[in-house]
């Protein structure tokens, strides 16, 4: 609304929609006109109408002091007192006046005279003294009437200041009262010398008042992984990079659960591993054989010990060797070759042969609908007579060599997923496929199609490279092949595969 359009009416509305504060500040742009402003004050017939021109931020000096002769209202005064407008000797006026409230407000005035700070901040009212100690223009002769002020919630709010001179905090962080003493390590302005003194010190919550800075320096963090509390420990560690010693000092002298952290650390020294192998508690077992960078000599070892959490944290490790991989699945324990399941990588030899021989992997292996190269027909054949459908869709899916017959007979299987593994298989005939498009289960007749279309763009593929027929011409007679030179064998490279020694061991366990 442009400030022409304004009348005192418009004025009065809003403020009894909006109040007398949240109006002042609306108005501010375009500024209520002067005409305006004098209007609202000598209106007689509403007191929020002199609160308004009270509280405006851009009312004339001139019409302040007018109203703080003039005015009846005592709500007209605390708003008078807190006004950037008001003159100086009004709010010296103001801070000796007699209603508490009134000095409350002037106590928070930026431009309030330093002698008059002074007088508020050992104002017989404990609420003025809270409001001075809130006032950005306080200086050192004001903190140090405040710092030794009886009452905490004094303190507090000065500990609270954002530029409190340093000197003052350190009073303040050795103060008797712990919500002042954390509240002022936590968010004082503060130099390194004087956080390292606070890390150093043997005060829980001090030390953990200063872990909730934000960007505390690194000699500061690595000094508070050094507390004898493991709250502080857990607090500090959680914000930067930490050492081996660092490491060390929490394996030694850490609870389970920081030693169960420092086990799970990437790239974890071995002499730190060799300690945490011998752990007490299994959890921290546990989580040192689930890390990426374990030790091969420490997995030997948790495999010889043979418990049965630490093996399956071993089966899900990525990093260990197939030749582990053999020895935990020469454990025999189902719930390490239900692990061993859902491992990412296992070797295409050894798959088919815990197919074959254990449940447990058999089961949670077909669960996953993963694929499996089935090379032994009386295999191929056992799984795709399995009772749960996933096993004989897996069956029907891994053995290359089943002839048509046998797709029609699986793809007449009451459970879709088989019936999907029949049509998906690669020597479905055509006839089966669209047999398969009228299928009532979508996943199968979506199957169907997806085959039909991929047959038909790979025929068509073929048939638009299928060379011309040219004249044929007599045979060149060869020319004489060059004789060979003599040169060193070219080496391929060989991939690493589990030793076939090993392997074997494994089947005579299974077989057993």
């Known amino acids: 609304m442009s400030a022409e359009a304004l009348t005192s009416d418009l004025i009065l509305e809003r403020i009894r929609r909006d109040g007398v504060r949240r109006t002042a500040i609306a108005l501010r742009k375009p500024p209520v006109p002067s005409r305006l402003l004098q209007e609202l004050a000598d209106r007689a017939d509403t007191t929020t109408a002199q609160q308004f021109v009270a509280a405006y931020p851009l009312s004339p000096s001139h019409l302040l002091e007018t109203l703080a002769r003039t005015a009846q209202d005592p709500e007209v005064f605390p708003l008078l007192a807190t006004n950037p407008r008001t003159p100086p000797h009004l709010l010296s006026e103001f801070a000796a006046h007699e209603n508490p409230e009134v000095r409350m407000h002037v106590a928070t005035h930026p431009q309030l005279a330093a002698r008059e700070l002074l007088a508020l901040a050992q104002d017989t009212n404990v609420s003025v003294r809270r409001s001075v100690a809130t006032n950005p223009a306080l200086r050192l002769p004001h903190h140090a009437t405040l710092v030794t002020d009886a009452n905490p919630g004094v303190r507090l709010r000065l500990a609270a200041q954002p530029a409190l001179p340093a000197q003052v905090a350190l009073v303040l962080a050795a103060d008797a009262s712990t919500v002042v003493r954390t509240h002022t390590i936590a968010a004082a302005a503060a130099t390194d010398e004087m956080m390292l003194g606070w890390a150093a010190s043997d005060d829980e919550d001090a030390q953990l008042a200063l872990c909730a800075r934000k960007n505390l320096p690194d000699a500061v963090r690595r000094l508070l992984l050094l507390s004898p509390s493991a709250d502080v420990r857990r607090a500090a560690r959680a914000d930067g990079a930490i050492d081996s010693v660092e490491l060390l000092h929490l394996i030694t002298h850490g609870e389970p659960d920081e030693r169960s952290w420092c086990a799970a650390r990437d790239r974890l020294p071995s002499p730190l591993q060799r300690l945490l192998a011998q752990d007490e508690v299994p959890a921290v077992r546990l989580a040192l054989a689930a890390n990426p960078s374990l030790d091969p000599d420490i997995a030997d070892y948790f495999v010889a010990l043979a418990e049965e959490n630490v093996c399956v944290a071993l089966a899900t490790n990525p990093a260990v060797s197939s030749d582990l991989v053999q020895a935990l699945a020469a454990t025999r324990n189902p719930a390490v070759l239900t692990a061993l399941a859902y491992r990412d990588s296992l070797y295409d030899e050894l798959i088919p042969f815990l197919l074959e021989h254990s449940p447990d992997f058999l089961r949670h292996w077909a669960i996953q609908r993963r694929p499996a190269t089935i090379g032994d027909s009386a295999l191929a ?100 092949l060059p004789t060979p030179t003599p040169t060193a064998p070219r080496l391929r490279p060989v991939p690493a595969e589990p030793t076939q020694k090993l392997f074997n061991q494994l089947k005579r366990l299974f077989w057993q």
């Open 381 to 480: 054949r056992r799984l795709s007579a399995d009772p749960l459908p996933s096993i004989r869709a897996l069956g029907v899916a891994g053995f290359a060599g089943w002839r048509r017959a046998d797709l029609y007979d699986f793809s007449r299987d009451p459970a879709p997923a088989v019936r999907v593994a029949a049509v998906r298989h690669p020597v479905a005939p055509d006839d089966l496929v669209a047999t398969a498009l009228a299928d009532s289960f979508p996943e199968v007749s979506a199957a169907a199609a997806e085959i039909q279309t991929a047959r038909e763009l790979a025929a068509r593929a073929a048939a638009a490279v299928k060379p011309s027929p040219t004249p044929t011409r007599p045979a060149a007679k060869p020319a004489p």
